[in-house]
């Protein structure tokens, strides 16, 4: 059998940026161990597996070890493929382990509809995720529906020179997202560690956006964002926090498009 294959660049508009995702459109679901050894193949932070369901989609999401419930950027990307195919109808909905998940237009961009992810303060949890890197953080938070600590550091220039421990990372019960306020128009930068899923750093998350948005409106007073995440590809993400809901907004590029053998 063969399987049309995509890569696609999310949240950049340009080749080479942003977060790469591997995009498998399908037509009827393959056994979950055929889907996590394509997506072990493709190698990337996710592959996005989807197939028509009813006037809708169904979409999963795959890292090269596990299945994950809620991923931004293969969302984005898989978006990207439907308009690229001519089959992608003015709101595309995918239905997901986390529900209903929508994707628009919007301007040049894509827009997300994901759910908001819940954050509070843990500072018993400080030392162990300070140990983890050689800036420390100035105060931790945790989102329990997420399962992330939230580290905020003092400037924007921490979080790009952050070095992690990998190994102390991944003894932890949790990823860690980092985080700073801004400088230059953008309202905050972040950076995403997952070892425990099997991706050391993600490029650019999406997903992160549901739980730093929650946190930054606290913070900054306002539901309007520009984020950056600061990763060595780098992606910006525009921001709207609407009731239980945010909307992420970004661009998108195609750069490579083959078929995979089963």
């Keep these: 059998m063969q399987l049309d294959v995509y890569q696609i660049d999310a949240f950049s508009d340009r080749p080479f940026a942003g977060n790469p995702a591997g995009v498998v459109p399908l037509k009827s679901w393959l056994p979950d161990a055929v889907l996590q050894s394509i997506a072990a193949e493709i190698n990337q932070a996710e592959t996005a597996f989807f197939a028509p ?5 169904r979409i999963r999401w795959f890292t090269p070890t596990t299945e994950v419930k809620l991923c ?16 992608a109808p003015a709101k595309i909905v995918f239905d997901s382990l986390s529900g209903p998940l ?3 237009k919007a301007g040049p961009r894509l827009e997300l509809d994901f759910p908001r992810h819940d954050v509070h303060p843990q500072p018993e949890a400080l030392a162990k995720v300070a140990a983890c890197f050689d800036v ?27 070095t992690p421990d990998f190994a102390k990372l991944n003894a932890l019960d949790r990823t860690v997202i980092v985080t700073a306020r801004g400088d230059d128009g953008i309202d905050f930068v972040s950076r995403y560690f ?12 999406g997903s992160t956006h549901c739980v730093l948005a929650t946190f930054w409106s606290r913070v900054l007073g306002k539901t309007d964002f520009h984020a950056r995440q600061v990763s060595k590809r780098g992606g910006d993400l525009w921001l709207k ?9 970004g661009h998108s590029t195609a750069v490579m498009q083959g078929t995979i053998s089963v």
């Design 53 to 57: 369901e009813g006037d809708h989609y």
């Design 241 to 249: 926090l609407e009731g239980d809901r945010v909307k992420i907004a």
């Design 136 to 162: 420390k953080p100035v105060e931790m938070h945790v989102s329990e529906s997420y399962d992330a600590y939230l580290a905020l550091y003092e400037k924007a220039a921490d979080i790009a020179r952050l």
């Design 194 to 205: 997952a070892p425990t899923a099997g991706i050391p750093e993600d490029p650019v998350t």
């Design 102 to 104: 929508s994707v628009a």
């Design 72 to 87: 931004g950027h293969a969302t984005l990307a898989s978006a990207h493929v439907l308009h690229a195919l001519g089959q």
